[in-house]
């Protein structure tokens, strides 16, 4: 059996002991010391060289070990060879000393795989630290043979058998059974076999796919079993299930149950947001505060043994009780079972988001497959990821709470606000101003404020723990890190607001930074019920050309849906208070000819509440429901358990692309029709009149970009709330004048191809009484 290993996983997880790292701040440190590496290393004089890398194989007992990793720095010199592993720290000068035994674990393994494959029978290791405020350089070095070096790596990696072993037996375990799985259906629906084989072939060619699986086809299991199969033929590593929502990753759940019902066995951990799986009452990650991040890592082993000896299915109950059991953070003890399973459940966040994504696995590049779930989210998801944002007030606010003997700070800050004045001037004509260049001199000061500020909330200040200093510097680091992506696709904002000033890095298209990501994997299916046109998803996604692509056709049949357009509507903001009479009398038609539950979705609260009013007015015997703007969970299943109830006549009134407008599933008669009023225009913004220019300049087709085309899958989410077996019968009425536009009717999906344009509403009742007849 094989074991593969970085040198830094081998130490860390064996000698790292002790706290949490407290939210942001590792990957602030690990970005700030990649620069300093670089300086120091530049600066290094003689026959030095950097990042060397090293790998060798050792057989201990059943299990072959294969450790690599690049050494910061080996300088060859008259007195030898030294072994430089450099380290950035924000402790005090006088706190920082050679006491950190895994910086020493880390060196001495370079050492050892150095003096291997140079036959040096002795080496000199060298920690070197570098202070971050001062600037100031500590080194220690140590003396150590050949002999001493062997004795202690092997030492490591005889600690490290019974994971190697565990780690193996799983993916034994998982390839041999995996290989037996069967499709746990007697047949497949029209079109589900196609998609689950052009998911296999897919990974088998190492590629991306872009794939249009209508409603009733099954996503989940047809791209879930494809990838499972993939990896019990050893074609793949790790599976990440990536979803939007919650609710989509309740039926990747449920599929995943139902396979293991199988005799197959394969670990799956889903991975639940901070927020949701917190064992405080409210969140606070610093150890001082929480003692589940205090000592995490003197007792995380036993956990994470205990919980991966004895679970396949590793889900946020499971997690938790474990967690409990040995009193450590629930959310960092998945992220560490995550490390042995096959399966991952988790938000688009932890493989796309740049603050948040798992980099244990994405620093190098790995056979996993990311499945992408109602991959049309991931465009604004994308969008919100890759942009930063920082406003002048939060400056002002956090001045005032630093000591005034924090002088570096102070110097720090003060040079943002004086960027930030000297931004307001470009809005000199204008409220907002927009350039297609990054601004590097706000950049220099904001990395010289995160620099201090590192350093200051590492000091011994009781005032360091202020939760809004750490926001700020939180915020900061989140846009010097979107810096780095910045490209053609980013323009910067500038925003005059009374005194304050606004600075946005915003991503206008996230194609290259998601590209960049998905390389990291072997292959990725982006799928959803509304990838259409393909052209458009194949842009913003980071597709081209030449990326496969299927669209399959719905399995349901025409017979089970009535389409109504009414094109003599004008839903347009100007014509609204217009238009409001002729609305309500058409859903009013629609609604009579059959009790049940039905959906009226609108372009926004405004005007949801002036239907809703006007319709209760106008027929106060007939029941609503009125969708509020701020539902969580609770209110949101208890909103749903209203479709429930399907003998009388329910209307209930909700906004277009809300949270009830996509991913819910109210099979059979729960929903019986939904009115669509308008197309789903996201009202005119600055942001999205600049992704307008963006791509009128790179296709002429900036306002479908950046308005029409995600105001049709709106549309279409919420018109597929309907039929969702193919038991299902239903009717569907799209409202407004410019559904019958070209432009619109090429958007429409075949299933809806039969539609009939009816405007009044005496006809509407007759057509959809004799529909609900047939
Ligand atoms: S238990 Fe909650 S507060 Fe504590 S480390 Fe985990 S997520 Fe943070």
Redesign the pocket.
Known sequence: MQCRLSVRELVEFLFQSGD?V??GQSVERANLGSRIHRMLQSQATGDYQSEVYLKQETIIEDVTFVIDGRADGILKDEHGITIEEIKTTALPHDEINDSCFVHWAQAYCYGYLYAMQHACEQLTIQLTYYQIETKQIFTFQQVKTQEQLTAFYLDCLKQHLRWARLSQNIRIASSTTLKKLTFPFSSYRKGQRQFAVAVYKTILDKQNLFAQAPTGIGKTISTIFPSLKAIGEGKAEKLFYLCAKNITASVAYDTIALLQKQDVSFKTVCITA??K????EE?????K?????KG?YDRNKNALYELLSGEDFMNKEVIVHM?KQHD?????LSLDASLYADVIICDYNYVFDPHVYLKRFFMEKGNYIFLVDEAHNLIDRGREMYSAVLEKEQFLSIRKKIPKDAVLLHKALQAVLSEFAKLKKCCEYSDFFADEEPCLPFLEKLESFSEHCDAYLQSEHEESHDDELKDVYFAVNAYIRIADYYDEHFVTLIQKDANNVIVKQFCMNPRHPLQNIMKKGRSTILFSATLSPIDYYLELLGGDEKTPRLSLPSPFAKQQIKVIINNAISTKYRNRSHSLIAIVEMIHACVLAKAGNYIVFCPSYAYLQQIAEEFANQYPDIAISIQDGNMNDEQKQAYLKQFEEMDGLHVAFCVLGGMFAEGIDLKGDRLIGAIIIGVGLPKLHPQLDLIKAHFDEINQMGYAYAYQFPGMNKVLQAAGRVIRSLSDKGMVAFIDERFTTRFYRNLLPILYAHYEIINEPQRVYTVLSSFWQE
């Open positions: 949490l407290y939210s901070k927020d799986i917190c064992l405080l969140r606070n990650c610093d150890p505060v929480c003692p589940y991040a995490y967690a450590i953070c629930p959310f960092e």
